[in-house]
T-cell receptor
């Protein structure tokens, strides 16, 4: 079993839909949780990060962490064609002073007009 | 503009050849990283460096080598010992290892002739 599991998709939704992207993990020591967006043939860019459990909102994006279930989510409201990209979850265990993340394999999202 | 640059964008390698991928950052970050991304897979850590003249192996270091002679630069050499080098290579940096946020370059796609 991989430490971080993420459904690769593709997930295809109509413009304006609410999108839910998810990851599960097995290492209970993970404390920081991140979502990256990667457009085709580009480097990933950090969308959001959260520490421990709870919700964090930034515009149309909401990140949610449920440590008891080892489950994290990214919600996108009013999705736009420009949101079409691969979304990578990542998480890190800062014990030992290193935050080097473990990445999921990414979910491909397609938002069609 | 501060950021990370990678060159070349595309690189072709012949059998038995070593090739070097360039990564430069002007963010004044101490830590730098190299990842490999294969289709449908997450990012896998090749090497990382916390400080000049110091670097550590990641999860898949075999067949690769790095140097860190300057803070701004972290070149990756793909040696002939790497039997399956075709992939998308991503360089990243962060203020330090004890920092949750990594910033990525645009990537180099390596293809074998």
């Amino acid at each position: 079993q991989k430490e971080v599991e993420q459904d690769p998709g593709p997930l295809s939704v109509p413009e304006g839909a609410i999108v839910s992207l998810n990851c599960t993990y097995s290492n209970s020591a993970f404390q920081y949780f991140m979502w990256y967006r990667q457009y085709s043939r580009k480097g990933p860019e950090l969308l959001m990060y959260t520490y421990s459990s709870g919700n964090k909102e930034d515009g149309r994006f909401t990140a949610q962490v449920d440590k008891s279930s080892k489950y994290i989510s990214l919600f996108i409201r009013d999705s736009q064609p420009s949101d079409s990209a691969t979304y990578l979850c990542a998480m890190s265990n800062p014990s030992g002073g290193s935050y080097i993340p473990t990445f999921g394999r990414g979910t491909s999202l397609i938002v069609h007009p | 503009d501060g950021g990370i640059t990678q060159s070349p964008k595309y690189l072709f390698r012949k059998e038995g050849q070593n090739v070097t991928l360039s990564c430069e950052q002007n963010l004044n970050h101490d830590a730098m990283y190299w990842y490999r991304q294969d289709p449908g897979q997450g990012l896998r850590l090749i090497y990382y460096s916390q400080i000049v003249n110091d670097f550590q192996k990641g999860d898949i270091a075999e067949g690769y080598s790095v140097s860190r002679e300057k803070k701004e630069s972290f070149p990756l050499t793909v040696t002939s010992a790497q039997k399956n080098p075709t992939a998308f290579y991503l360089c990243a940096s962060s203020r330090g290892l004890a920092t949750e946020t990594q910033y990525f370059g645009p990537g180099t796609r390596l293809l074998v002739l």
